[in-house]
């Protein structure tokens, strides 16, 4: 008996070190402990899908869209519109920029007449984001006119960053999109632009995208993939010398212009790659899919995922940015940009009308149009506990806040002061208390009201104040 026993121990164990060992061979049960990834892109060519969007992955295969599915950074400078943004963390890991194409197709701007510019924002936190800038590209090239798919990466022979993208210019009686590439340390300024992509003839490039593999892991230190036709993958030792052709996409399936905006991932704790493609698919449709390897040196091993393997989350994800994040930032990440509904403040005395914002101004109206100057998502207060704050969603980032008595939409500067002057305590409604009041968190006593349809902060002490600072949060 005991021998039958260990015998079957023996057997049990070694069934559950298999299953085990299958359980873990997947990128999502391997990392499913560790901090997962950040994903920024845009959905598509509509005024709202052009700006900045953000989702989340604990395995970098399924993603969840943040801040309610809506934008978290919007473009009110140049064309209004970004797409094809590339995020980038500092060598030191002290601060963030996303650099992004100004262009807005189907609200001014159209592919053949675009931008010469980026959008470029910074962050000391990967959160709260500077106002944008626009960065020369194009007009720094002879002839050129459009700038497209901005990326860049740290050079360590340069000690600097390589900015890299696509434009339009005539070279030798061609005119085709080339990538080309220059120098910056503070995306503020960029030398002398120089072609770093020229496929031969008219065939044109229209982005790629490259990223750095761990020393000792292959025989290139960095690899590239590109927009150009064939789609091909190459491999090099130096960011700005010689690149080797290793093959392209055409062994899947994937030619021509069904795929652009590459963008390459490495798992966490694992040899495992991913490859996402923004890929136009036979319904006509474009769409993020990743193509998964274990060798990116070897382009017969990569695999287009099928559509079970995977999930893109709830909007459309067009070309964009995979960061993976240290535990510091996605603890960041998830607090700032939960899925809060966008919601909106109805007037307790006038309940035809909401608190909206018109030109940074704070008021009461009916009829709202655009609909969205009166939406906030209502955020856990920026100093306090059991407090709230009120997040403009057609200007993320900014909230309202109360100076000098007088409301006014202002963007969050990531100051003390700004954080109490926009933290406000939730209770019971003073006319009514089905419905909310709002007491400033650095003026006990003082609470949100509209006087003359203007919002206000005031000491309440008469029946017509109570009614003035009673609201519903209403969606």
Known sequence: ??????????????????????????????????????????????????????????????????NGGQPVLNSKIGTKGVRDPALVRSQDGSKYWIIAT?????CGSTYADGSPNFVVWESTDLVNWSDPWLLPAASLVPGGKNAWAPEAIWNPETHDYVLYWATNATLNGINKYRIYAARTTDFHAITTPQIWI??????????????????????????????????????????????TNLGNL???????????????MKFRNSNQWALYIDYNNPQGVREYRPILTTNPFDVSTYQLQPAADYDMGGTAKRHGAIMPL?????SRVLARWPNTPAQRLQSYNYQDRYVRQTNFDVRID????????????????????????????????????HQNYDFQLVRNDGSAQFAADATFRKVAGLADPTWSSFESYNHPGYYIRHYAYQLRLDPITTTLGRGDATFRVTN
Not at 207 to 212: C, I, L, N, S, V
Request: proline share 6%.
């Open 250 to 264: 055409s062994s899947i399936g994937l030619t021509g212009n069904v795929v652009e905006g590459p963008v390459w």
């Open 326 to 330: 240290t535990s510091a930032e996605e």
């Open 102 to 106: 100004d262009l807005c197709i189907n």
């Open 366 to 401: 009916a009829n709202v149009t655009p609909a969205q100057d009166s939406q906030f998502r209502p955020r856990p207060g920026l100093v306090g506990t059991g407090t709230v704050s009120f997040e403009s969603v057609n200007y993320p980032g900014w909230f309202l806040r």
């Open 1 to 66: 008996m005991t021998v039958l026993r260990a015998r079957l121990t023996v057997i049990v164990l070694a069934v559950c070190l298999l299953l085990t060992g299958q359980a873990l061979s997947t990128p999502q049960r391997a990392a499913a402990a560790d901090p997962g990834y950040l994903m920024v892109h845009f959905t598509g060519d509509s005024a709202t899908g052009q700006q900045l969007y953000v989702a989340h992955s604990a395995d970098g295969l399924h993603w969840n869209d943040l």
């Open 198 to 243: 020229d496929p031969p003839g008219t065939t044109a490039v229209v982005d790629t995208q490259m990223t750095e593999v761990p020393a000792g892991t292959g025989p290139y230190r960095y690899l590239r993939a590109s927009g150009d036709g064939k789609n091909n993958i190459e491999g090099s030792n130096s960011i700005l010398g010689t690149w």
